[in-house]
């Protein structure tokens, strides 16, 4: 192989591992987990903040680690809206606006076969929407006013 050859397939190679890198970075999967502190609770976190990740959210999965959730990040605040569609487990959906707890829905069942999907809608405007097991809320004592901080 000439020298003229071996530099193109590097500059190649060079190119498309650029371009591999630039279609994972908005990736939770590529960044890892970020950690979020919760009251006394600090649990590993999912961040869904593109459209196609919101819409699959936790579906079709068997389970969730105890001290694991998903982030929902809004550009906006304003009233969310989720569904249970093909969740396997039932969860608790914590709204928060400006980094503090506005709303919290405990509890929210997996669908059951020929019943209606749970539907949860905030009362309230929130940025962003903490998903976790059902009783987490509870457990962790959460409240309303509580601050969420987030740590990539």
């Known amino acids: 192989m ?6 193109a397939l590097l500059v190649l190679l060079l190119v498309a591992a650029g371009f ?12 890892g987990p970020a950690s979020l502190v919760v009251g006394e609770a600090k649990i590993s976190v999912e961040i869904a903040d593109e ?4 819409i699959r959210g936790l579906s079709r999965r068997e389970e969730l680690c105890e001290s694991c959730g998903m982030l929902f990040v809004f550009a906006e605040a304003s009233v969310q809206r989720f569904w249970m569609q093909d969740m396997k487990f039932p969860l608790d959906m914590i709204f928060i606006r400006d980094g503090r707890i506005v709303e919290i829905a405990e509890n929210v069942p997996a669908p059951v076969p020929a019943e209606a999907l749970a539907v949860v809608q905030s009362s309230q405007s929130a940025d962003q929407v903490l998903e976790v097991n059902a009783g987490f809320a509870q457990t962790a004592g959460l409240g309303i006013g509580d601050r969420i901080d987030l740590t990539p």
């Open 2 to 7: 000439t020298r003229q050859v071996k530099i």
């Open 20 to 31: 591999w890198l630039w279609r994972q970075r908005g990736s939770p999967e590529s960044v």
């Open 51 to 54: 459209p196609a990740e919101q």
